[in-house]
C-alpha cells in the first residue's frame, strides 16, 4: 500500500553542535524501517521521469519496488546494472536537481528520497554482503585510465565487466581522485571510497599511484607500452585566484589545498604531518558546494568564526541546499553580495583581515545570472587570519602539453566528440577534464559513456 505522505522520511543526523567539531559523518543513514517506509511512497510510475533526469540511468522505481518489500539485495542489484558506484553519488549526487526534480509526487509535496535510499541500499549491501565482484575472462585488449576520481572508476569498472585488461593511473598517492581529496569525511567517509577500490581491483583492474601521467610517462609512452587506447578522467585541478592584492601573504589557500591536506592527508589528525595554520577567523570566498566544504572543514579545524563571503545573492548560489543547510545550522555566516578587493597582512606577511566591497545585482550576464556590481562607498573589512579561495578550477595542462595533436578549448578543457573521443585518435576523455568542474554523478555519466565508446572503437581496429 502506498505511503502517501507529503513530506520525505527525516534523515537521523548529528547535532549540529556536536558535528561542527568533528570529522564523523553528519547523515547518519535510514534504518530498514525508515528505508521500507519511504520506499512506500514511490508511486511506481510506467513511465518514470526520474530516470531521464539520472546521469547513469538508474531503474529507479525498480530498485525502490525492492526497497518497500524489503529485498535490499535485489535492490541493490538493479542499482549496480547500470551504476558502479552507489554508495558514493547516493551521498554527493544533487538529487534535488536532477532524478528528484522529476518525481511527480513532488509536484504537490516532498518528492520520494530516492538518493536516501540509494545511499541506504549501498550501505546495505557494503554491512550484510559486500561481496567482490569477480574477474570476468579476459579478451586480451590493455585499456590505460589516466585519474581515479568518479569518472575514471566508472570508465575502468565498466571496461573491466566487458573483458578488458585496464591499468588505471593516479597522480596521487591514493585512489579515489576528488572523492579523497576534495570530498571531506563528515560528507563521504573515505573507508567507503576504498571498499570501492577495492572492488575494482577484485574486477582484475591494476591501480599504479604516484603516477603522474604527462611526467612520469607520456599519453605517447602509454601506447608504446601496448594499450590500445586511452581514457582521461584527470578532472579539474588547478586552482583560480581573484588577483587582488594580498593574495600571496601566509593563510592564503586556495580550496583545493586546503582541502587536500584536511582530507587526503588527515591534517584534522593528531598524528597527521601536514602543517596548515590553526585559525581563530576564516574568510572562504566562493558560493559552491566547495566554499561550503572548505568552510565546515576550517570550523571542524577550530575556528571560532567562519565566513562565507559571495559576490551575490544567497538564491544564486551554485552550491547544494542542503550543504547551505548544513554549514548555517554548524554556525557558518554567510556574507552575500559581498566580494573581496583586498587581503590585508601585518608586518610578519600573515593575513590579518579581508578588505570587502558590498554588491547589488543588476541585469542577467551572459551565464543568466543577474551581474553584480559594486555599491561605491560601501566597502569594510572582516578581521581574519585565514582566506580560503573557493573560485573554482579548471583542468591542469600538464597532459595537453606533453600530448601532440591533443586540443583543448580556450578555457583548458578537452575537446571530445559525440563519443568522447579527443582530437588524437585513441584518447577518449571525460568527466571535468572535459566540462570543467562540475558534480560526481555526471562524471560517472562520462566515465560510462567512455567505456562504451572505447569498446565500439576497439571492436573496429
Known amino acids: 500500500m502506498a505511503n502517501m505522505t507529503m513530506t520525505k522520511t527525516p534523515m537521523p543526523e548529528q547535532d549540529p553542535k556536536v558535528r561542527a567539531r568533528n570529522f564523523e559523518e553528519v547523515a547518519l543513514g535510514y534504518t530498514p524501517q525508515q528505508a521500507m517506509e519511504e520506499a512506500a511512497r514511490c508511486l511506481g510510475c510506467k513511465k518514470p521521469k526520474c530516470v531521464e533526469g539520472c546521469p547513469v540511468n538508474i531503474r529507479i522505481p525498480e530498485f525502490i519496488g525492492k526497497v518497500a518489500e524489503g529485498d535490499f539485495q535485489a535492490a541493490y542489484e538493479i542499482i549496480t546494472s547500470t551504476n558502479a558506484l552507489p554508495a558514493l553519488s547516493g551521498r554527493v549526487c544533487p538529487q534535488e536537481s536532477q532524478c528528484e526534480c522529476r518525481c511527480v509526487r513532488g509536484v ?62 593516479e597522480a596521487l598517492h591514493t585512489a579515489g581522485g576528488v572523492l579523497v581529496y576534495g570530498i571531506p569525511e563528515f560528507r563521504l567517509p573515505k573507508a ?36 590500445k587506447a586511452v581514457f582521461v578522467g584527470s578532472g579539474a585541478g588547478l586552482p583560480m585566484f581573484m588577483h587582488i592584492p594580498g593574495e600571496s601573504l601566509k593563510g592564503v589557500y586556495s580550496a583545493n589545498e586546503y582541502l587536500t591536506r584536511t582530507n587526503l592527508m588527515k591534517a584534522y589528525t593528531p598524528e597527521a604531518d601536514t602543517p596548515i595554520i590553526q585559525s581563530k577567523a576564516v574568510a572562504v570566498v566562493g558560493g559552491g558546494n566547495v566554499a561550503m566544504d572548505g568552510a565546515r572543514c576550517a570550523m571542524r579545524l577550530g575556528a571560532d568564526k567562519v565566513y562565507i563571503v559571495y559576490r551575490r545573492g ?8 542542503e550543504e547551505r543547510h548544513h554549514a548555517k545550522e554548524e554556525g557558518i555566516e554567510f556574507k552575500t553580495l559581498c566580494n573581496p578587493v583586498e587581503i590585508l597582512g601585518d608586518e610578519d606577511g600573515r593575513v590579518k583581515g579581508i578588505k570587502c566591497i558590498r554588491m547589488e545585482l543588476g541585469e542577467p550576464d551572459a551565464s ?6 559594486e555599491i561605491p562607498g560601501s566597502e569594510f573589512t572582516l578581521d581574519v587570519d585565514t582566506v580560503i579561495m573557493a573560485l573554482g578550477t579548471s583542468p591542469n595542462p600538464l597532459i595537453r602539453s606533453t600530448t601532440p595533436g591533443l586540443e583543448t578549448n580556450r578555457k583548458g578543457c578537452l575537446i571530445v566528440d559525440e563519443n568522447e573521443m579527443t582530437t588524437r585518435d585513441g584518447v577518449f576523455a571525460g568527466g571535468d577534464a572535459v566540462t570543467g568542474a562540475a558534480t560526481v554523478i555526471l562524471a560517472m555519466g562520462a566515465g560510462k559513456k567512455g567505456a562504451e565508446a572505447i569498446d565500439a572503437y576497439l571492436k573496429k581496429a
Open 108 to 169: 504537490k509535496g516532498e518528492p520520494v528520497a530516492i538518493g536516501r535510499l540509494e545511499r541506504f541500499v549501498a550501505d546495505w549491501y557494503r554491512e550484510n554482503v559486500n561481496a567482490m565482484p569477480e574477474k570476468v575472462p579476459s579478451n586480451g585488449i590493455a585499456v590505460a585510465v589516466v585519474g581515479s576520481g568518479p569518472a575514471g572508476l566508472t570508465c575502468a569498472s565498466d571496461l573491466a565487466k566487458k573483458g578488458y585488461e585496464v591499468t588505471m593511473f
Open 192 to 227: 567507503i571510497v576504498a571498499n570501492e577500490v577495492k572492488k575494482l581491483e577484485a574486477q582484475g583492474v591494476k591501480v599504479m599511484t604516484n603516477m603522474v601521467i604527462g611526467q612520469v610517462l607520456s599519453i605517447d609512452d602509454l601506447f608504446a607500452m601496448g594499450f
Open 314 to 321: 544567497e538564491a544564486e548560489m551554485p552550491a547544494r541546499q
Open 368 to 373: 543568466g545570472r543577474r551581474r553584480p556590481m
